[in-house]
């Protein structure tokens, strides 16, 4: 049987993984890994799986350690952290690399490594959570209505609270700004560098651009050379971002960063099964050429729930080889349709702006 070893398996999302794992992995073996001996030896115990205590501060260690794994899944954010140095394990032991990472340096960092992993043989798949399943599959949908499109705009509405690692992730980058992406290249912009009004599925609401994944991701699935993602935001939200970019010295401060990392990891928990239960995500796209514009959306589970699906079935598939070798996207490994075939999504397919697909 291949192997697969989850690492960060104990914070909030690898643990959600880690259950859905053990439930639909029987034909495989799995691994739990991380740093904490103590949280994984319990973790390790409740789901009867065997464990991996190891930092990735030394890479023959970390090589050691994959030496017979087949698939590493990366649940242990900041990925701009853990990537490289699981890539660069992953790369002399012959290991498939998924991670479930939202940031653009870091899907930026591995798409550079492509000529790596092709030679290596092996598949470099960063984004197999929400971030950016979802958007990046609707962003391939909609190339496939406008295969000449020079404009592309994603979106999503989330419902729900956040965990301890994406606040984590959010603190660290705090005060650097938002990002698009403009004629092929990523594009640092202010953190409100633009705000549209839209309807992500029920109703339009007002939307910021924010740094999501697909600054980097939509553009290597679909050629698009300009992109921009959009999230619903209350109107204070605005003025609080627009606060951040005059703060920017002091939030990039080291103190300033250990301060509130600090109060993260006091305060902020994730949400419950019952938040999981009943919460969900909306996203939208849009697509132009410069003369036809179309839209499309997509109704999802509550985020991590989603994160929980996405990634373990993407795990499957790459255990059982049906991934290529070399850097991909969700989209471009497993096709514009990944998404819908997960329970509780909903597809609004791609058709005209003022248009709806039914007709």
Known sequence: MATLLVYGSYGYTGDLVTDRASEHLDDHDVILGGRSPSKLEAQADDHDLPSRAFTLDHQR???????DVDVVLNCAGPFSRTADPLVDACVATDTDYLDITGEIGVFEALAARDAEAEEAGIAVLPGVGFDVVPTDCLAAHL????????????????????????????VESIGEGGAVRRDGRVTAVSSVHDTRRVDFGEGETLAVTVP????????????????????AVPERAVQALEATDRLAPLLDREWVQRTLSAVVDRTVVGPDADEREEGMAL??????DGEETYEARLRTPETYTLTAMTAVEAARRTLDGETTTGYQTPSSAFGADFVT??????????HPVGATDEE
């Open 212 to 231: 999501w994944g697909d600054v980097a991701t939509a553009y290597h699935s679909t050629g698009v050379p300009n992109v921009q993602v959009y999230t």
């Open 283 to 288: 996203v939208w796209g849009e697509i132009s």
């Open 341 to 350: 075939e997960f329970d509780g999504v909903e597809r609004e397919d791609a």
């Open 143 to 170: 190339a496939e209505s406008l295969p000449d499109a020079t404009e592309l705009s994603l979106g999503f509405q989330a419902f729900g609270s956040f965990s301890r690692g994406t606040m984590r992730t959010a």
């Open 61 to 67: 260690v970390v090589e050691r350690h994959l030496a």
